[in-house]
């Protein structure tokens, strides 16, 4: 495996460093690592290339086991439930692809998802095992997502995003705030709140930061333009909620669904509505729509 195919291959696969323990081999140190997969799937896995090693070479099922050996392995679910939507691509070089996710999508492998994911999908439509998500939106959100195409451009791009060079515009819908004079600034302290899927808001000094403006009133019903300065998990949902206006189906914020299924008629009004940075390699001036709509 070239290094370039193995710098791809590392962000699709998982990393453990092994354990102290007295195993004979990797394949021991596994099977008691990960109980819930069978000592016959790893074998499976193994023998189909799925666990590499370090170097991004495929083990042998008898590779002796030593701790701290760096291992890959490629996570599988067993009869993945389809997601049935669709995401298009809405511009693509050999640097930078563009891509409007619809709701209930995940951009990447995480939990009960693997190919059923944005990134795996936007793999095998461009035959293209480099591309890397440049940012996350959340599965319940829908619009736009940039992914790098190219390892040796990626720098690049990435750097748009701590040093807060790229503008994000989201719209959501949710209940009328006539309380509140807008446009208007929220801050607040974000931590990981209960159950370890949310976030809260916090007393101690700000690390996120949404500007909020009314761009639509519909009696009860109004739509917001959200412009996040910061980009914390759950953000514009948990900022929303605080200010008394949970979005629109959010099955997290401000009460837990617990155990709801998806219901593909009842999506989280939020879209990820357009995104403005000047190209980092090019100079020019990048502005990206997304062609999905909230419905209200």
Request: a neutral charge; charged letters at 25%; proline letters at 8%.
């Amino acid at each position: 495996m070239s290094t370039s195919s193995f710098s791809a291959a590392q962000h699709q696969a998982s990393t453990l460093y092994l354990p102290p323990g007295a195993w004979p081999t990797v394949l021991d140190c596994l099977c008691e690592h990960f109980r819930a997969i069978s000592r016959q799937q790893w074998l499976d896995r193994i023998a189909r290339g799925r666990v590499l090693d370090g170097n991004g070479a495929p083990i042998n099922a008898d590779l002796p086991y030593r701790e701290g050996l760096r291992i890959h392995y490629f996570r599988e679910v067993a009869a993945e439930k389809p997601i049935p939507v669709q995401e298009h691509i809405l511009y693509a070089d050999e640097h930078l692809v563009v891509a409007d996710k619809p709701h209930f999508l995940p951009v990447t492998p995480a939990g009960e998802y693997v190919e059923q994911t944005l990134l795996r999908r936007l793999i095998r439509r461009l035959d293209n095992p480099h591309l890397v998500p440049l940012h996350r939106i959340d599965r319940h959100t829908a619009g736009l997502v940039l992914f790098s195409a190219n390892p040796q451009s990626r720098a690049a791009y990435q750097s748009l995003f701590p040093t807060r060079q790229i503008d994000k515009h989201y719209e959501a819908i949710a209940r009328a705030l006539p309380q509140w004079a807008f446009p208007l600034v929220h801050k607040s302290r974000l931590v990981e709140g209960e159950p370890f899927f949310r976030m809260r808001e916090s007393a101690g000094v700000s690390n996120t930061e949404t500007r909020v403006t009314v761009l639509e009133q519909n009696d009860e019903w109004w739509r917001y333009g959200l412009f996040p300065v910061t980009g914390k998990k759950h953000q514009l949902r948990v900022h929303m909620s605080a200010l008394g206006a949970g979005i629109c189906n959010d099955p997290f914020y401000p009460e837990v669904l617990k155990d709801a299924p998806d219901d593909y008629t009842r999506p989280l009004k939020l879209l990820a509505r357009s995104l403005r940075f000047v190209d980092p390699l090019s100079g020019e001036a990048r502005h990206f729509e997304s062609l999905l709509t909230l419905a209200w």
